[in-house]
């Protein structure tokens, strides 16, 4: 199983995410968290295979905590969902698997998990 960690700070974007990860074989979403803070603390904690990410949360930002979990943790992935797209440049900086525009749709999110399953077997 790939250990997924969900981050948004809008509740329903969550409930959607993990709605659309356990449809899709695999996955299994062992944590979710509000802000930047709670994820890198449940990262650390959890060591995820892949952190799926709004970008804009409070305390730090989706970019900042991935930054700060990518120095401790090298294994785990990245997926940025947001609704900004200036953002995508400094997603892919830091080795993002995809980067997802909001509304999600399922079918975009399952591409991205896709990708992950691709990069994660040619490491």
């Known amino acids: 199983m790939i ?3 969900l981050a948004d700070d809008n509740e329903d974007a969550l409930e959607i995410l993990s709605e659309y990860i356990s449809k899709f ?5 062992v944590a979710q968290c509000k802000n930047g803070d709670e994820l890198v603390n449940q990262s650390i904690s959890l060591m995820p295979d892949l952190i799926i990410t709004d ?7 989706g ?4 930054r700060e979990i990518s120095s401790m943790l090298e ?3 990245f997926i940025f969902i947001t609704a900004y797209d200036q953002f ?3 997603a892919f900086d830091i080795a993002a698997v995809d980067y997802v525009i909001k509304p999600v749709k399922r079918q975009r999110l399952f591409i991205a998990m896709e990708k992950d399953k691709k990069s994660d077997t040619s490491k």
């Not at 970008?55 to 930002?61: D, F, V, Y």
Request: net charge negative.
């Open 3 to 5: 250990r997924v960690i």
């Open 25 to 29: 074989p695999g996955y299994e979403v």
């Open 55 to 61: 970008i804009q949360m409070p305390k730090l930002s």
């Open 63 to 66: 970019l900042e905590a991935v």
């Open 75 to 77: 294994n785990s992935c």
């Open 88 to 90: 995508a440049v400094d």
